[in-house]
C-alpha cells in the first residue's frame, strides 16, 4: 500500500484540490495554490490560513520556551497573510495538550501567541482546547486586502525579476545548531519574525509574492508552477549572513543548501518587473534571478546550469 511519504506534501495537496473541485463560484477569488484562500466579500478580499504545528517537527520543548512555542505559532499563519499582501484580523486557536502539561506552561505558551498578536494587530476571538499525545496547535487567521495589494503566486511575468527581502537560511542553521548540542545563532529559530510591514510597502508594485516557509528552491517553484513559467536563480546573489555561513563552517555544513531546502525564514519571495524595481528601493531588495519561459536552473557563477530542487517536504522523513 502506497505511503504518503512516496506522495510527497504536495502530491497530497494535488489530490486534495482535484477531490474539491466543484462548479465555479465567483466569490472564490484563489482557493488551494496559495498562501492564503481568497474571497471576495463585496468588494474587499478576505483572507484565509491555517497552520498546524506538531511537537517534535514544529518545535521541541527542550530548546523552546512555551512562549516562544506560542509566539511562532502565530507568526507562521501572519506570515502567509503578508505574503499575500495584506493584514490580519482574527484568528482562531486550537491546541491539544498532553495530560502532563501544566497550568504555567499552558499559560506561557498563550502569553506567547497574544504578544506575538498583539504586536501585528491580530484579534484573537476563539478556538478549543482537547488532550493528545503530543502538543498540537493549530490557527486559523482572517485578513484583508485590497484589490490592488493582492499579490498571488501566479501573477509572475516572463522577465520578471526574482528578489528576497532578507537573509536566508538562518532558521535552519539554528535548528542544525540545537541538534549538534552547539553554540551558534539560534535567535531567529527559536523566536521567528515576519515581514509584514515589507510585504505592505511593496504589494502594490510586485507581481507574484510567497513567503519563505519551506526554502527558497521550493518557494520558486510554487511561483514558477503557478504562474505556468521557468525560473533561473543565480547561486552567488543568494543572500547568506556571516552568522548562517560561520555555523555551516562549524558543522561541515552547506549553508547553501539551508537557504535552498531548510525553510522557516519566513522572507519575502516576489517577482518585480526591472524598470518597477526602483520604486521599491526603500525595502533594499536582493536580485537572485528572474523568470523565464521554461525550464527552472539554479546557475554557477561560472554558468553552469543545474536544475532547481529543494525545498522541505512534510512527509519525507
Same mark, same amino acid.
Given at each position: 500500500m502506497e505511503k504518503l511519504s512516496s506522495l510527497g506534501e504536495f502530491g497530497l495537496i494535488d489530490k486534495i484540490a482535484e477531490k474539491l473541485k466543484d462548479e465555479p463560484d465567483e466569490r472564490?477569488?484563489?482557493g488551494i495554490g &496559495? &498562501?492564503?484562500?481568497?474571497?471576495?466579500e463585496g468588494e474587499t478580499n478576505i483572507l484565509l490560513t491555517t497552520d498546524m504545528l506538531v511537537e517534535g517537527d514544529h518545535f521541541d520543548r527542550e530548546w523552546q520556551t512555551p512562549w516562544q512555542i506560542g509566539w511562532k505559532s502565530v507568526i507562521v499563519n501572519i506570515s502567509d497573510i503578508a505574503a499575500m499582501g495584506g493584514i490580519p484580523e482574527w484568528g482562531l486557536i486550537s491546541v491539544a495538550f498532553p495530560?502532563?502539561?501544566?497550568?504555567?506552561?499552558a499559560d506561557e505558551l498563550m502569553q506567547g501567541m497574544v504578544d506575538a498578536s498583539e504586536e501585528y494587530g491580530l484579534k484573537i476571538?476563539?478556538?478549543d482546547t482537547t488532550?493528545? &499525545?503530543?502538543?498540537?496547535i493549530n490557527i486559523a487567521v482572517t485578513g484583508k486586502v485590497d484589490n490592488d495589494h493582492l499579490s498571488l503566486r501566479e501573477d509572475a511575468e516572463s522577465g520578471d525579476l526574482i528578489c528576497v527581502s532578507g537573509d536566508l537560511g538562518k532558521s535552519w542553521a539554528?535548528?542544525?545548531s540545537l541538534k549538534a548540542g552547539k553554540e551558534g545563532y539560534t535567535d531567529f529559530y527559536l523566536q521567528p519574525d515576519c515581514k509584514l510591514e515589507v510585504a505592505r510597502t511593496i504589494a502594490p508594485h510586485v507581481n507574484a509574492m510567497i513567503d519563505v516557509s519551506d526554502g527558497l528552491a521550493s518557494e520558486v517553484t510554487h511561483i514558477a508552477d503557478e504562474s505556468g513559467l521557468g525560473a533561473e536563480i543565480e547561486k552567488d546573489k543568494i543572500p547568506i549572513s556571516k552568522e548562517t555561513t560561520r555555523t555551516g563552517e562549524t558543522l561541515n555544513? &552547506?549553508?547553501?543548501q539551508w537557504a535552498l531546502?531548510?525553510?522557516?525564514?519566513?522572507?519575502l519571495v516576489f517577482t518585480i518587473p526591472e524598470e518597477r524595481l526602483d520604486e521599491i528601493e526603500e525595502i533594499e531588495p536582493i536580485v537572485v534571478g528572474k523568470m523565464t519561459e521554461e525550464g527552472r536552473y539554479l546557475i554557477d557563477p561560472d554558468g553552469k546550469k543545474e536544475r532547481l530542487q529543494g525545498g522541505y517536504d512534510h512527509f519525507d522523513r
Open positions: 472564490i477569488v484563489k &496559495d &498562501d492564503c484562500a481568497v474571497v471576495l495530560e502532563e502539561t501544566t497550568v504555567p506552561f476571538i476563539g478556538g488532550h493528545g &499525545d503530543l502538543l498540537t539554528g535548528l542544525e555544513k &552547506d549553508p547553501l531546502s531548510g525553510g522557516e525564514d519566513f522572507e
